[in-house]
Nanobody, 115 residues
Framework: QVQLVESGGGLVRAGGSLRLSCAAPESISSINAMGWYRQAPGKQRELVVTITSGGSTSYRDSVEGRFTIYRNKAKNTVDLQMNSLKPEDTAVYYC?????????WGQGTQVTVSS
C-alpha cells in the first residue's frame, strides 16, 4: 500500500509559523500535481494549495501571501511553509498527490493555532 509520509504539525500561537513536509514514494509516477488540503472539525475538507508538475500554484484566498508551497520533483517531496498563522487555520492537514490514474493521501497532521 502506497503511503505518503507527513510531518511538521503542532501547536503554535497566532502569528507563528509551522512547516509541513510530505514525502511520496519514488514508485509513484505520472504525478500531475501535489498539494495540501485541510479539514477543520465539523467542516468539509478544503483545498489549501496545489502545485502542478509545471510549477503552477493555486492558493486558497485565505492563505494567499501567508503560505508557500515548495516542491522537490527529484525527491517527490512537497513542503508547506505557513506564516502568520491564525486560529482559523486550525485543522488536520492532508498531503495529496494527484496522478493520471489515482489520488494519494497522507494520514493527516494536526495544526492547532491558539489565540
Amino acid at each position: 500500500q502506497v503511503q505518503l509520509v507527513e510531518s511538521g504539525g503542532g501547536l503554535v500561537r497566532a502569528g507563528g509559523s509551522l512547516r509541513l513536509s510530505c514525502a511520496a514514494p519514488e514508485s509513484i509516477s505520472s504525478i500531475n500535481a501535489m498539494g495540501w488540503y485541510r479539514q477543520a472539525p465539523g467542516k468539509q475538507r478544503e483545498l489549501v494549495v496545489t502545485i502542478t508538475s509545471g510549477g503552477s500554484t493555486s492558493y486558497r484566498d485565505s492563505v494567499e501571501g501567508r503560505f508557500t508551497i515548495y516542491r522537490n520533483k527529484a525527491k517527490n517531496t512537497v513542503d508547506l511553509q505557513m506564516n502568520s498563522l491564525k486560529p482559523e487555520d486550525t485543522a488536520v492537514y492532508y498531503c495529496n498527490v494527484h496522478t493520471t490514474w489515482w489520488d494519494y493521501w497522507g494520514q493527516g497532521t494536526q495544526v492547532t493555532v491558539s489565540s
